[in-house]
């Protein structure tokens, strides 16, 4: 069974870091561009990041520019997401998603979706 485990959300100050993880099992994912979502309370779910099969490219949503860093370890099929300066206003639940396999980064749907781990940022 294919899945996608996120992990490493919490409560955190405002300023502070988190590391978030998306952990894949099932089958490699080395073939797989992924992203990162977020959706905060009573908002529709929006781009974070994403990065392509190899690692070499990365893509952030102005929001996050500068702040967060996606990268992956294809050896542990895990995808990161490193978070710092964190603002009340990243507090949301974030998930990780696959897009098809074979598919360039930012094209082609998503074939799975982790259950999400939440970030509550306090001001």
């Known amino acids: 069974q294919v899945q996608l485990v996120e992990s490493g959300g919490g409560l955190v100050q405002a300023g502070g870091s988190l590391r978030l993880s998306c952990a894949a099992s099932?089958?490699?994912?080395?073939?797989?561009?992924m992203d990162w979502f977020r959706q905060a309370p009573g908002k529709e779910r929006e781009f974070v990041a994403a990065?392509?099969?190899?690692?070499?490219?990365?893509y952030y949503a102005d929001s996050v520019k500068g702040r967060f860093t996606i990268s992956r370890d294809n050896a542990k099929n895990t995808v990161y997401l490193q978070m710092n300066s964190l603002k009340p206003e990243d507090t949301a639940v974030y998930y990780c998603?696959?897009?098809?396999?074979?598919?360039?980064?930012?094209?082609?749907?998503?074939?799975?979706w982790g259950q999400g781990t939440q970030v509550t940022v306090s001001s």
């Open positions: 099932g089958r490699t994912f080395s073939s797989n561009a």
């Open positions: 998603a696959a897009r098809r396999l074979g598919a360039a980064v930012l094209t082609g749907p998503y074939d799975y």
């Open positions: 990065i392509n099969r190899s690692g070499s490219n990365t």
